[in-house]
């Protein structure tokens, strides 16, 4: 996944106001933990996009499982530690104030069983009082089987069109996002299925409770999606 796309990601994510969610996060984040500064670690960190406006107010560092987001994050962020590894799965070896799970991407541990240990892992990471914060995806009432998307980026020697619809089976979410990327060099098409796990809400406080955290919620969240906290007591 992402191996073609990845060199464009930002650009196809380009309406998305990452620094405005970093300042919502932030408030957040102050409202459980008014001490400021520290250490953060922003889990599937793509290629830093959020990153780069919370390096102001703390000491970073992302972790992905993709080779070439992570590249496209250390071009963008050079001097910031950014680890190659899954979410379920993890040992830095050092703990933080802040773990971040942003953009979703919590949905795409897939199973009840990864997220109890996705969450597990980044609250070991945690120090006490630290803060974790995890944007959720679609709960089962919320997604719409058979919605179509469309996308499209227009710039003078870069034309994208990318193009999916949804579906679902049982619990699980999934979509083939097709690409057509015109460069002054060719036009190439490529395909990138992604599954993610559709849970209640009521599952990720579960897990955030069964790794010793204190949740909280908030609907609205970063940009709607809704965000849970989990407090480390």
């Known amino acids: 996944m992402y191996d073609v796309t990845a ?17 919502r996060l932030l408030g957040f984040i102050r409202g459980l933990r008014p001490k400021p500064g520290g250490r953060l670690l922003d889990v599937a960190c793509g290629t830093g996009a959020h990153v780069v ?21 250390r071009k963008k962020l050079p001097g910031v530690a950014f680890h190659e590894a899954d979410m379920t799965d993890f040992e830095l070896g050092r703990r933080f104030d802040v773990v971040t799970c942003l953009f979703s991407s919590i949905g795409y541990v897939v199973t009840g069983d990864a997220l109890h240990r996705a969450v ?13 914060a995890l944007e959720p995806w679609f709960t089962p009432a919320t997604w719409r089987q058979g919605t179509v998307h469309l996308l499209t980026v227009d710039e003078p020697e ?19 996002l097709h690409y057509l990327v015109a460069t002054p060099g060719g036009t190439e098409h490529c395909v990138e299925r992604h599954e993610m796990g559709l849970f209640e809400r009521e599952e990720i406080v ?7 955290l204190e949740p ?9 999606r809704g965000l849970h906290l989990g407090l480390k007591r």
């Open 7 to 23: 060199r464009f990601y930002d650009k196809i994510y380009a309406f998305k106001d990452y620094q405005a969610e970093a300042e």
């Open 206 to 212: 579960g897990a955030l409770r069964a790794a010793g």
């Open 158 to 176: 870069l034309k994208i069109a990318r193009a999916s619809t949804s579906f679902s089976e049982g619990r699980l979410s999934y979509f083939d």
């Open 53 to 73: 406006h919370l390096r102001g107010h703390y000491e970073v560092e992302g972790l992905d499982l993709s080779a070439v987001m992570l590249e496209a994050a």
């Open 216 to 224: 909280s919620y908030d609907a609205e969240g970063l940009d709607g």
């Open 120 to 132: 597990g892992c980044m609250a070991r990471h945690l120090v006490p009082d630290g803060v974790l």
